[in-house]
């Protein structure tokens, strides 16, 4: 809403593009994950949990975009809360996998 129209479609083919490159990125990490935590040759279930709980992130994740998108309708205010959302998410994914670094 911040940019023209004309912008729209450019500006959602490059994030597009941007979710692509972050799944390749997340797909390396899941498979060191899995790397440790597959000792018992239980690889099969150790991809479907670590899914769910990627899926069930994501679900709540949107869950709270609509919510935010709901109860703060001026886009600028928004715009102030991304930045800590980000700075949220990238300590919580750093805490996490924190024990499975070399």
């Known amino acids: 809403p ?3 129209i004309e912008i729209f479609i450019p500006l959602a083919g490059i994030s597009g593009m941007g ?3 972050s799944f390749t990125g997340m797909g390396a990490v899941n498979t060191k994950v899995i790397q440790i935590l597959s ?3 239980n690889l099969g279930e ?3 949990k670590l899914s769910l709980i990627n899926t069930l992130g994501s679900t709540f994740g949107m869950g709270i975009g609509l919510i935010i998108a ?3 309708p001026d886009h600028t205010t928004r ?3 991304i930045p800590l959302l980000s700075i949220i998410r990238i300590y919580t994914y750093k ?3 924190s024990n499975l670094l070399l």
């Open 2 to 4: 911040l940019l023209p």
């Open 95 to 97: 805490k996490s996998i």
């Open 39 to 41: 000792m018992d040759n």
């Open 79 to 81: 715009l102030c809360i």
């Open 46 to 48: 150790i991809y479907s």
């Open 70 to 72: 709901a109860m703060i």
């Open 19 to 21: 979710k692509n490159i």
